[in-house]
C-alpha cells in the first residue's frame, strides 16, 4: 500500500491532537498569601500556599544553624600543643606552649569513612557525629591516656586541643534542573550556612533557557515517610526583578532546589521521540513505494506503457 504524503500529514496531525488531550495536566504556580498568584501570575489549578511570615526562615529572617555535627568526608583542621608554666630569671611565672614530642599533630586530617581520624603516632579515634568542641575533649582525652605522654607527667588540662572545619563535605544542598524531558541535571553545593535561593541558582550561573520561572520550589527533606512533604514555592520573578524576599528562603542542610522546565518544551521533547519512529517508518515505507515504482517504470515503460 502506498502512503502520500497527505495520509503522512493527516497521520501527524492525529498523533499530536491525542498528545495534546493526554498530555494536559496541573501546572503549579506560586501563589500569595491570600491564594493570589504573585506579580500578576495566573492562579494554578492546585493552589500552592506560601508559608506565613516567620514560618520558614528567608532571606532577611536568617536563623543560626545549630553546632556543627563532624561526619565523614569533613576536612577538618586539627591543632594540638602541649602547655606548660616556668619561671623566669626574675621567679615569675611564665606560660609557654610547645608542640607534641614525638610527632606533631597540626594541619588537615581527613574524617575516614567509617567516621574515624587517623592521628599518625597516636593513633585514631572516631569523631564522627561529635560537634568540634565534643571532639576537642574526646582527642584531649585520648592524648592523655598515650602511654608516651604519661611518661612526661603530661595532664590533661595542660593538653590544648583546636578542631576547625576547613571544608563542609557532609551537610550539602542539591540545585535539580529539569531538561525538559531530556533528563534532570543535579548539582551538589556545600552547605556554610547562609545561602538562599539566589544564592543556589547563582552557584549553576543562573537558570536554564528551558527552566520555567513560575515552576520553582524548594523540597525540604522530611525524616518520617508518613509526613506531608514539606515544598516551598518560589516566586523567581519577585525575587530576581522586584527584590521581593518572601520566598528567598534560606537553604537548610538537605534541601534540593527544583528548576521545572517549561511545559511546551517537555512537550516538544515528548512529540520529536513519539513521532520520530513514526516518521523513519513513514520514511521507510516511501522509499519502498518510490523504488518499487521506480523498477516498475523501468522494466515495463513509463504509465504503464
Not at 80 to 87: A, E, F
Not at 205 to 222: D, E, F, H, Q, T
Amino acid at each position: 500500500m502506498r502512503v502520500t504524503g497527505c495520509q503522512h500529514r493527516c497521520i501527524a496531525t492525529l498523533i499530536v491532537g491525542l498528545l495534546a488531550l493526554t498530555g494536559t495536566g496541573c501546572v503549579g504556580g506560586v501563589m500569595g498569601p491570600h491564594g493570589m498568584g504573585l506579580h500578576g501570575s495566573p492562579p494554578p489549578l492546585q493552589p500552592i500556599s506560601v508559608p506565613p511570615e516567620g514560618a520558614v526562615p528567608r532571606e532577611l529572617q536568617k536563623v543560626t544553624l545549630p553546632p556543627y555535627v563532624i561526619e565523614p568526608p569533613d576536612q577538618i583542621l586539627i591543632e594540638v600543643v602541649l602547655k606548660s608554666t616556668t619561671k623566669d630569671d626574675n621567679g615569675r611565672e611564665k606560660e609557654t606552649v610547645v608542640p607534641l614530642p614525638t610527632q606533631a599533630i597540626s594541619g588537615s586530617f581527613q574524617v575516614r569513612i567509617d567516621g574515624s581520624v587517623g592521628l599518625g603516632f597516636w593513633g585514631s579515634l572516631p569523631i564522627a557525629g561529635l560537634s568540634l568542641e565534643q571532639a576537642s575533649d574526646a582527642i584531649r582525652q585520648h592524648l592523655a591516656q598515650n602511654p608516651t605522654l604519661k611518661e612526661y607527667g603530661t595532664k590533661p588540662q595542660n593538653i590544648v586541643v583546636i578542631v576547625d572545619v576547613l571544608a563542609y563535605n557532609s551537610k550539602r544542598y542539591y540545585v535539580i534542573t529539569d531538561g525538559g524531558g531530556a533528563g534532570e541535571q543535579v548539582y551538589p553545593f556545600p552547605l556554610t550556612g547562609s545561602e538562599t535561593v539566589l544564592d543556589a541558582i547563582g552557584n549553576i550561573n543562573g537558570l536554564p533557557p528551558v527552566a520555567s520561572k513560575r515552576n520553582i520550589w524548594v523540597a525540604r527533606r522530611c525524616p518520617h515517610p508518613n509526613h506531608p512533604w514539606q515544598i516551598l514555592p518560589v516566586d523567581w520573578v519577585g525575587i530576581t526583578q522586584h527584590a521581593v524576599t518572601h520566598t528567598n528562603y534560606q537553604i537548610m542542610p538537605g534541601d534540593r532546589v527544583y528548576v521545572k522546565a517549561q511545559r511546551i518544551v517537555t512537550i516538544d521533547t515528548v512529540l520529536a521521540r513519539v513521532l520520530s519512529p513514526v516518521e523513519r517508518i513513514l520514511g521507510v515505507t516511501l522509499l519502498g513505494a518510490n523504488t518499487v515504482n521506480q523498477i516498475s517504470g523501468r522494466g515495463f515503460g513509463f504509465n504503464g506503457q
